[in-house]
């Protein structure tokens, strides 16, 4: 890093700091979600919504960056698939928090890049070492151990039936995050990321107002039934573009090749804040898995780094 760009760079005691205000900022959209969602919010209204304002915001950036409305050339089908793919990481998000402790929620999507590196295996990138497949390993015993794997299998009734289609939808979620993270690598690394950001956002506004009007997700335009669903609404459009748009200006000068992994921050802030707002809790248990996960996935993110 040359001397000027490092004079730009947050030293890590502000750095670190923001990075957790900006993944507690996210880790509220989720439960505001939640919020909404109990109270007879349509979960595509919900996205709509979150990707409107992030487009507005976007906009905005680019107008103010003054940058050009341009792709290279063989770049838009990976456009198109970029934007689809966070239209469906979106509604399978969505659709697990509706279902799921927003906490457990987060982790299984949060096993985005195991699933990367796996992903990047399989499409003919490097293998992983075998120090990242015991990190894998570990990550997937912690995840069984806050899924609460053994008492499914005991009494599968008991956990309701949303219990294991809430995991199929977090699980697809973070497949879809990482083919997108994929695509943008090794597809769309010409692009602007203000001017990628935006058409993937506007993507997914377009997406859901389609579904809306194909009726693809019965109810999923639904306005809420009462103020506690509308102020859920507001606040997670609020909270994801506030989120959303501190991270992106900031990330010039947070050094993320070293700080990224302080974004896991996010399912720990939803814990506490799933408690005090939904009243959701897990068992110690599920508490010791659930930072087994959160560890490995931060010593992934460092050797990643590395």
Partial sequence: MSSAASSDVLPRHLAIPLIMSVATLFAANHVAARLAFDNGTGLLLAVLMRSGVACLILLALLMMQKKRFWLPPGTWPWQLAAGVLIAIQSVCLYSAVARLPVVIALLLVNTFPLQLALLTWALGGPRPSL?????????????????????????????????????????????????????????????????????????????????????????????????????GLMLLAVLYGSAFSILFISVPRLDMARNAPVMNFEPVASLLLGYLFLGQMLTPGQLVGGAVVIGGIIVLGLSRAR
């Fill in 131 to 231: 120090r990242s497949c015991l990190i894998m390993g570990t990550i997937l015993i912690g995840l069984l151990v806050v899924l609460d794997i053994p008492a499914w299998l005991a009494n599968a009734a008991a956990m309701g039936p949303e219990w294991l289609t809430g995991i199929g939808f977090g699980l697809a979620a973070a497949f879809a995050l990482a083919s997108t993270l994929w695509i943008t690598e090794h597809r769309l690394a010409r692009v602007g990321s203000t001017l990628r950001s935006w058409l993937t956002m506007q993507t997914v506004f377009i997406a859901m107002i389609l579904g809306g009007l194909l009726g693809a997700m019965p109810g999923g335009m639904n306005l809420p039934d009462n103020t506690t669903g509308w102020t």
